[in-house]
């Protein structure tokens, strides 16, 4: 089990709402959708993949077999993945739009608000639901990184446009302007450093552990049996 593929980390977040306040949170929504600017914030935050808020009435969670369940509240799911780690993202979306966040969540039962930003952590890890299986198709690469690779593809094929048009010479002139205008794009990308001191330390423990089970052939206390992977 983990939240973090390479680059990434995926956060599920389940709130429950009491269902007199959801047509309340129904019409923050809608408000949103007719003034967008008003979360120009959340935009701006270039560490955010994806982030998405959804509404689920306790008349619609689906049957897999458990049978129908009475549920007492509505629920407010909250998706997202993002670069950085939970602390990071979490100052991050707090700082940008503290406003937003108290609208994105206000029907929810307990929601703190945003700000101070340590009340609003701990409601969020209290509310946490931990990733089984997290996929990320570009381990290696933060959001950013994709964009500057999509910058250089774009370039590549106006090159090659333009190379199956024109001379050496023009082509060269337009190699030279291509290359000043993605000069910038052209990062390697990779996994990202260190978090923290605390991890680069616990990274470092465990490398060291590991090879001294290797020597030994010894297997790790509670290993055998164990049904995680």
Do not use: C
Not at 156 to 180: G, K, N, W
């Amino acid at each position: 089990m983990s939240n973090i593929a390479g680059k990434a980390y995926a956060m599920n977040v389940l709130t429950p709402m009491r269902p007199s306040k959801t047509w309340l949170q129904v019409l923050i929504f809608m408000a949103g959708r007719a003034m967008p600017s008003q979360f120009a914030g959340l935009l701006g935050l270039k560490l955010i993949h994806f982030a998405r808020w959804v509404m689920i009435r306790r008349d619609q969670w689906p049957d897999l077999g458990q049978g129908k369940q009475t549920l007492a509240n509505d629920y407010m799911l909250f998706l997202s993945n993002f670069n950085g780690t939970w602390d990071q993202y979490i100052d991050a979306f707090a700082d940008g739009i503290p406003g937003g966040l108290d609208l994105f969540w206000y029907a929810s039962t307990k929601y703190p608000h945003s700000i101070p930003i340590a009340v609003f952590k701990d409601y969020i890890g209290a509310n946490q639901i931990q990733t089984n299986y997290y996929y990320n198709a570009t381990p290696g690469s933060a959001q950013r990184d994709i964009k500057a690779a999509l910058r250089v593809r774009r370039e590549i094929l106006a090159l090659a446009a333009v190379h199956a048009q024109s001379d050496p010479a023009a082509f060269a002139v337009a190699y030279r302007a291509a290359f000043a205008r993605v000069i910038n794009s052209l990062a390697t990308p990779g996994f990202a450093p260190i978090a923290s001191v605390a991890t680069r330390t616990a990274d470092t423990a465990r490398r060291s552990f590991i090879a001294t089970m290797a020597k030994t052939g010894a297997a790790p206390a509670g290993a055998e049996g164990s049904g995680h992977a």
